[in-house]
């Protein structure tokens, strides 16, 4: 398996990991060449923890790095403003986005600043998004400030 | 002593208690009111965790809120792109920054998004941060990812 379908994989598992939880099923990995850095998910619930969503709990659990350079970050979800800031404070060149057909409008930001962004929109992300939004539409609300 | 006096010098106190702790002299506090509802400082060397600036400490400190929109957030530095982008992710109407001239640049994307700005470069700020600058210059550009 290469590392992206591993990376895509993983945010997938933490995903459902943290919805197992009861948490908000949003996963983000960081990688470096072939090797997961850094395995995050939102655990706003577990925690009670607002500025934990995926992307920022992956980078906290890679730990301090000399540079984010040669880093790709993938992510469940379109990073909200909060995780598109972070992206471009540290400097990460590359950003894999899963799905944004739930939740977007923060890619322009990061390509505007010279971060390189795929979106995938498989379709296991956007069903697994859509269904949690739809049973828990209070907790979403509250994860993106709405 | 206002509830504006208590929370610069919290940010001061916060960022020298960092400091004393071998770490980033950078303090934040999240106000609603009269109340100060969150304390932080920036925890990488101490936690080994570079999310964690002043203000996303503050946040994290403050846990889960239903809104943000009554919250005043202090800072002892202007806020890197993460700080700013949670600022508006978080939908936070109004920041004081307790100094800028050693660090900043985000004030006018946080006021062309509807953030009341206000700085006030204190001198005892802009000293504490100087020297800080001064005597661990490899330690702020890992923190400002430079």
């Not at 979800?77 to 992206?87: K, V």
Request: hydrophobic letters at 40%; a negative charge.
């Amino acid at each position: 398996m290469s590392i992206h379908t591993a990376c895509i994989d993983a945010c997938f598992d933490l995903a459902m990991e943290s919805r197992g939880e009861g948490g908000l099923p949003i996963g983000s990995v960081l990688a470096r060449g072939d090797k997961i850095i850094g395995r995050g998910h939102n655990r706003r619930v577990q925690q009670g923890n607002p500025i934990l969503h995926g992307e920022m709990d992956a980078l906290r659990d890679a730990g301090r790095q000399e540079s984010y350079r040669d880093t790709v970050l993938y992510t469940s979800l379109s990073p909200c403003m909060m995780c598109a800031g972070t992206i471009v404070q540290f400097k990460i060149p590359r950003v894999v986005i899963c799905e944004n057909l739930n939740f977007g409008g923060n890619e322009q930001f990061l390509i505007e600043r010279g971060v390189t962004v795929e979106v995938l929109n498989e379709q296991r992300f956007v069903d697994m998004m859509a269904r949690f939004i739809e049973e828990q539409p209070a907790l979403w609300d509250e994860d993106i400030a709405e």
